[in-house]
């Protein structure tokens, strides 16, 4: 029984280490300082941003946000451009953004959102986003004016990594090959999945 085990055992590290495993991990030392002090992060959820290039915010537009789950797209460039702010005053160590950055996935609204993440960046404060449902491969991006409500862009997991590359992306310590799940380094002793 215990040479069974033993065998059994053999198996499965041989199928982990033989690439059954999507994550790989990168050498995390580099370029990380030490924490010599509790790092102060600050997160935000679900701040569904949506391009102003997408309507025209006319009497359709406040309809169908008046009539859908409370959230305050109207005034999402507002509420960002305060949130960039807000985080330039506080000067934390990192900025997670968990999922629905944008409405519903619209190209714009990404690129956009993108730019106001940038701006955190250059201020010193790395920035980490993960996608939520709202974000990719959506079949509900649309543009909303008076005359017409119309399809939009939508971005694939690609492009999603590809557009929040800087924030998380591409300096992951370990990246899931399925998903667009990673793991960050904010100090040699503070990773943040």
């Not at 600050?42 to 537009?61: C, E, N, Q, R, V």
């Not at 000067?91 to 968990?98: K, L, M, R």
């Not at 714009?108 to 701006?119: D, P, T």
Request: charged share 20%; aromatic share 8%; proline share 5%.
């Amino acid at each position: 029984m215990k040479r069974k085990c033993q065998i059994a055992g053999l198996m499965i590290m041989t199928a982990l280490v033989s690439g059954g495993c999507a994550t790989t991990f990168n050498d995390v030392s580099k370029n990380l300082k030490p924490n010599n002090s509790p790092a102060s992060i600050m997160a935000i959820s679900d701040p569904h941003y949506y391009s102003p290039t997408l309507t025209d915010y006319g009497a359709k537009f406040t309809e169908i946000i008046n009539n859908s789950d409370g959230k305050d797209v109207k005034n999402s460039p507002q509420i960002i451009a305060a949130f960039v702010k807000e985080v330039e005053i506080k000067q934390p160590d990192a900025v997670v953004i968990s999922g629905d950055l944008t409405l519903n996935g619209e190209q714009a609204s990404h690129v956009e959102m993108a730019e106001y993440l940038k701006q955190i960046e250059a201020a010193g404060i790395p920035v980490l986003v993960i996608p939520g449902n709202h974000d990719i491969n959506s079949t509900q991006a649309y543009a909303i004016s008076d005359t017409e409500i119309k399809k939009t862009a939508s971005i694939s997991p690609q492009s999603f990594a590809q557009i929040y590359g800087s924030f998380g992306y591409d300096k992951a310590i370990s990246r899931d090959g399925s998903s667009l799940s990673y793991l960050a380094a904010l100090t040699n002793d503070i990773w943040l999945p």
